[in-house]
């Protein structure tokens, strides 16, 4: 097959698994902390105090009991869930810190979110997804998982993440702090398998826009077909430009939102979009069983990405995101698979005739309300950031 998109900004030796959230992605998770030796480092946005945070804080202090220097970032706002377990946490050796927006109380929030999902053992091996935790996320016996992926690597990508995680550690939290440095002996070159991984960051306060430019480039060089399945898709003008002109070019477009969401107004503006992106000549679906919270993404049979980036303002501009790109046919021919059989089973087509059907004047004017609101919010909880000096 012809390559269509740059091989540059990635590295080589990898192995990857697609992770699929629930039952599924704990599992590799739990044993990930297991497998850990010398370091592991946990950054997440949300930890609960429930069944499923309480188990995995459970496996973190055994690996801290068995001398494994452990460490966990999470969101100042949305993990204060956790705060009951700290004192534990930290008298088991576990060092916890917290990424603090500029304001917070128990009902407010204001500032930058610590939104990536990340998990990195001794450097050589790393879980990367849109999964927190918490029960939400996980399979129990009265409630299914909310449908989310994660990427399972191996190799140089895991240790570049190493270095991510440490350095962020290392700037977080109030007040004099210490600073900790590993000189891992990193397992990378041991890898053989050629697969090729680009670690992509946003964060837009720091300049890092990798993320977005990832998805403007592979929407420029696509050929054939672009799959994007998001929680939230809201993109923005540019995003929606490139879009569109992908399409304008014959690359055929699918797009999988969620038919349930956990927030109900980001839902209707999320609708207010359908109009254009029939208009444009996409196939839309909502995906039906559960809560869609995952954001993933592939191309042409060749490149694919998954993490905690969502094709809206609020990850582009007020938040610290994290996704894996894989540039490898194998791994984005199973993610194009996977997504077309979700949409057999568990998708409705969304069509013209049934926006007209649907959504009636008033309804349309609710979603377009929803839109400008949501675009504020985004606004508001943002404006007051300016990017750092080069």
């Known amino acids: 097959m012809e390559k269509s998109f740059p091989q540059v900004g990635y590295t080589i030796h990898n192995r990857v ?11 590799h998770l739990t044993e990930l902390i297991r497998s850990a030796r ?24 055994a690996a801290a009991a068995r001398g ?34 500029l304001l917070r109380s128990k009902h407010f929030y204001f500032g930058r ?37 994660a990427i399972l690597t191996e190799g140089q990508a895991a240790g570049k993440l190493f270095f991510i995680c440490q350095d962020l550690w290392n700037k977080s939290g109030w007040g004099k702090k210490k600073s900790e440095r590993f000189n891992l ?17 946003e964060d837009w306060v720091r300049r890092r826009i990798e993320i977005s430019s990832s998805y403007l480039k592979m929407l420029s060089h696509a050929t054939r077909d672009v799959y994007m399945m998001s929680s ?38 999320e609708r207010y979009l359908y109009r254009w992106m029939i208009r444009k000549k996409m196939r839309l679906y909502e995906y039906q069983p559960k809560v869609l919270h995952g954001k993933i993404s592939c191309a042409d049979g060749q490149w694919a990405t ?18 894996l790109e894989v540039l490898d046919e194998e791994f984005a021919a199973s993610v194009r698979e996977q997504l077309e059989e979700i949409i057999r089973q568990d998708c409705v087509r969304i069509t013209e005739d049934d926006l007209v059907k649907h959504y009636p004047w008033y309804v349309r004017f609710w979603q377009r309300i929803s839109y400008d609101l ?14 750092d000096r080069k």
């Open 68 to 101: 494994v220097a452990v460490f966990v970032l999470a969101d100042g706002y949305a993990s204060q869930g956790v705060t009951k377990q700290l004192s534990e946490l930290k008298a088991s050796g576990v060092k916890f810190r917290w990424f603090e927006p």
């Open 306 to 323: 998954t993490g905690s980036y969502n094709l809206n303002f609020l990850s582009a501009y007020a938040s610290i995101e994290l996704n």
């Open 232 to 269: 939230y898709f809201l993109p923005g003008r540019i995003m929606r430009r490139s879009i569109a002109a992908a399409a304008a070019r014959g690359v055929r477009i699918t797009v999988i939102t969620a038919g349930k969401s956990d927030i109900h107004m980001a839902k209707h503006a």
């Open 113 to 149: 979110r610590l939104h990536h999902k990340v998990a990195v053992a001794d450097g050589s091996r790393a879980l990367v997804g849109g999964i927190n935790l918490s029960n939400r996320y996980n399979d129990l016996s009265d409630q299914p998982a909310w449908l989310d992926w």
């Open 17 to 27: 698994q697609l992770i699929r959230g629930g039952k599924e992605y704990f599992s």
């Open 185 to 201: 002996k990193l397992s990378a070159a041991n890898i053989p398998d050629k697969c090729l991984v680009g670690v992509r960051r």
């Open 374 to 387: 949501i675009r504020f919010a985004f606004y508001l909880f943002t404006f007051y950031f300016k990017q």
């Open 38 to 61: 010398q370091s592991f480092h946990l950054q997440i946005y949300i930890i609960d105090g429930d069944e499923t945070g309480r188990e995995i804080l459970g496996e973190l202090m």
